[in-house]
């Protein structure tokens, strides 16, 4: 028990969270663990196949090291994980403070868990997905009950419309950021603005592909397996096996456990994944439209697609909700100190609201301004890199060849991460052999960021000379993100995987 009410009242909400966020990351440790080892079987199988592997040998050596699924982990912890103990928590605030502990909510409280619960494993059973739901809400319901300090029945102040009002306001000004440039614009002008930040950036790409690969669907990861050894007729296996092999799924030999075995019977086909039918098909339908096919037999084995959704919401909501109120009870434990409950709250809450606007101003301040094409030259080489940044991004989105811009050669040794990132992207536009050799050299930037969009512009290209130079960087690098993009732009310059065998 904590000592005080005062103390209670400050801590008892980032007590229980930080109890629920540690329950998460030990389910999400072990889940990304698993993940890494079923994904090193099946590497191990496409290599010996003498397929080309990603990650490579170097990083796949690694799926059985602890390290990845500790700090993999993380993602599920902070998205997932804040989303359901944050729930939890308000769930346990409302039965007492609402409700009044009454039986009858609590039966509502139960049904909507089991419900939580239920539909998790709706497409079948997910354990360590329904073990976020099963185990975080009890732990964090218990004890925010049990530090939850007793309500004052005729007390006239409760901090509660202080903090809605405060997430309110904050939700209000970052809506209008809420597009499809704020992730990059994050990282642009707070995360890679600072040393700190782009550590950040790096761990990041580091590891974020361990916890991905959990939750995929089929059709979103980028190898798969297949089995085309119970298809009769030859001339249809070698029709299907090139189809198949075009979108990644590659064939295997043997009774080994695949993704996706096509078993022919009659003038039909039957999809099947561990010994289940999921789909029926007939040749025709599968060799006329293989994606459709392909995208419905992955739809129907998608065992995730809730939880992907609940992660994704968690991570936009649940996250930042939960680092609001961490912040909160740092800054109102040391107010009590010196002021009254009421001012320690107010005074806290003013203190987070003045955080998140902090996070704002990089974003209102630092898009360099509108750029304009009879002054692009003059714009790279402006002293503010985000006014260079705003210029690289017009040529980008206008598809202006950068070859005939003198001064974009300085920016290839910027030392601003986004710079040399929209570098690269708006090297896509040019044909000249100049800068592709400009791109050669941004394939090894040490900011993966730049790699992988360097890698994007290469396949985008076009330029099939291009593939030996990707495929020698894929089978050298020690970092998968980078080497993910490298892949997909081998596969937009139209390699195959045949012709690695």
């Known amino acids: 028990m904590f000592p005080s009410r005062r103390w209670r009242t400050g801590w008892y909400p980032a007590a229980a969270l930080l109890a629920g966020l540690a329950a998460a990351q030990i389910i999400a440790a072990l889940q990304v663990y698993l993940s890494n080892r079923s994904l090193y079987q099946t590497l191990a199988v496409i290599k010996d196949a003498g397929y080309l592997i990603v990650p490579n040998q170097q990083l796949m050596d690694r799926l059985h090291e602890p390290a ?3 700090y993999g982990g993380l993602f599920f912890t902070l998205s997932a994980g804040a989303g359901i103990s944050l729930l939890s928590l308000a769930a346990a605030w409302a039965w007492d403070r609402i409700f009044s502990r009454k039986p009858l909510p609590l039966i509502f409280l139960l049904l909507f868990w089991a419900g939580a619960m239920a539909s998790m494993n709706w497409k079948g059973i997910s354990p360590l997905a329904t073990a976020y739901f099963a185990l975080i809400p009890p732990l964090v319901f218990r004890l925010t009950l049990r530090w939850m300090p007793q309500q004052i029945k005729h007390g006239p102040w409760s901090p509660a419309p202080v903090h809605l009002m405060t997430l309110a306001l904050l939700a209000s000004l970052w809506a209008p950021q809420m597009n499809g440039d704020l992730f990059l614009d994050l990282r642009d002008r707070v995360l890679l603005s600072n040393t700190f930040g782009a550590k950040i950036n790096d761990f990041y790409y580091r590891y974020t592909l361990y916890p991905a690969e959990v939750f995929k669907s089929l059709d979103q990861k980028l190898l798969k ?19 198949l092999v075009g979108r990644d799924y590659l064939p295997i030999e043997g009774n080994g456990k695949v993704d996706l075995k096509i078993r022919g019977s009659g003038r039909d086909l039957y999809l099947e994944n561990r010994g289940r039918v999921i789909l029926k098909t007939t040749p025709n339908d599968f060799l006329s439209a293989p994606d459709e096919v392909l995208k419905r037999f992955s739809s129907k084995m998608d065992r995730n697609s809730l939880f992907r959704q609940f992660t994704y919401y968690s991570l936009l909501i649940g996250f930042p909700v939960t680092l609001y109120l961490f912040l ?37 301040l630092g898009n360099g301004g509108n750029a304009d094409k009879n002054y692009l030259d003059r714009l790279l080489t402006s002293g503010r890199w985000q006014e260079r940044v705003a210029a690289l991004k017009f040529v980008r989105q206008n598809w202006v060849d950068v070859a005939g811009l003198i001064s974009y050669k300085t920016i290839l040794f910027s030392p601003h991460i986004p710079e040399r990132y929209w ?6 536009v040019s044909r000249s052999p100049e800068t592709y050799e400009d791109l050669l050299r941004l394939l090894d930037d040490s900011s993966p960021s730049v790699a992988c969009m360097a890698f994007q512009s290469l396949g985008r290209r076009g330029d099939r000379d291009a593939a030996a130079e990707i495929l020698k960087r894929i089978q050298t690098s020690d970092h998968w993100y980078t080497q ?3 892949y997909r732009a081998l596969k937009e310059l139209g390699w195959k995987q045949a012709d690695s065998r």
């Open 68 to 70: 990845p699924a500790v």
């Open 225 to 243: 397996t297949c089995s085309l050894d119970s298809v009769g007729k030859k001339p249809l296996k070698k029709l299907l096996e090139a189809k």
């Open 328 to 364: 909160y009870s740092i800054f109102f434990f040391p107010l009590t100190r010196c002021v009254d409950l009421k001012m320690a709250s107010l005074t806290a809450a003013f203190l987070c609201f003045s955080a998140g606007v902090t996070l704002l101003i990089p974003l209102w």
């Open 423 to 428: 570098l690269a992207k708006a090297l896509i």
């Open 484 to 486: 993910w993009y490298a």
